[in-house]
């Protein structure tokens, strides 16, 4: 932790803040029927997820869309997620099965 006691989560020149999260990133087990559901420019939802495996979902209204792949980033939101935080993922590339967000602080 820096002196300011904001976890460093790497991947940039100061430490990252719950506040000011904005990354894009490609999103793995991507479900083929949620894919079929969205379109680039859609908002969905940030969330923690605790079983099978901690990890991090981004999910529309009908279900959950993928997961984040990224061990920092997904310490990183749950960390943040579990502060109250919340977080939206803007569909920002469809290319067949692969689906990129950009997650942004809400």
């Given amino acids: 932790m820096s002196g300011n006691d904001v976890p460093d989560y790497g991947g940039g020149s100061r430490p990252s803040r719950c506040d000011d999260v904005d990354f894009t990133t490609m999103l793995g087990r991507v479900d083929p029927a949620q894919r079929e559901l969205i379109a680039v420019g859609d908002t969905l939802r940030v969330e923690a997820q605790d079983e ?55």
């Fill in 52 to 106: 099978p495996v901690a990890t991090v979902v981004v999910r529309s209204d009908t279900g959950q869309l993928g997961v984040l792949t990224s061990a920092t980033r997904v310490a990183q939101l749950r960390d943040c997620i579990s502060r109250g935080y919340k977080f939206t993922a803007i569909v920002d590339v469809l290319d067949g099965g692969n689906v990129t967000v950009r997650i942004l602080s809400s």
